[in-house]
């Protein structure tokens, strides 16, 4: 009687990961006992017995780049001065407006 092993599957037409894993006796068809960690979306590849596919390390390395782009302090500070800008200049033209209004009413505060 052989050792139950763990055996991951392949989609047999696109040799895409199929999520899970298989427990039995003998391999069953369109599986390997290669683990696919380590693979981000593995795609098996028969000839060299391996799963290939974007490593984990390169997909955290690109998240984090893609998030230091998006949170550039300085563009968000450039950012921010220009919204604060557009504020005080409402400000300054609504509160002119106000004045007028009271001065033309005769309520002046």
Do not use: C, H
């Amino acid at each position: 009687m052989a050792d139950k092993k763990w055996w991951f599957q392949y989609d047999p037409q696109s040799f895409v990961f199929v999520p899970g894993a298989i427990l039995a006796d003998e391999q069953p068809d369109n599986t390997t006992d290669v683990e696919p960690s380590g693979v981000m979306n593995p795609v098996w590849n028969p000839s060299a017995k391996t799963w290939t596919g974007e490593s984990i390390e390169n997909y955290l390395a690109e998240q984090r780049a893609d998030a230091k782009q998006q949170t550039n302090p300085q563009q968000q500070l450039a950012q921010l001065s220009m919204q604060v800008m557009q504020l005080m200049r409402s400000n300054a033209e609504l509160t002119a407006r106000v004045k007028a209004f009271e001065t033309k009413e005769g309520n002046n505060v």
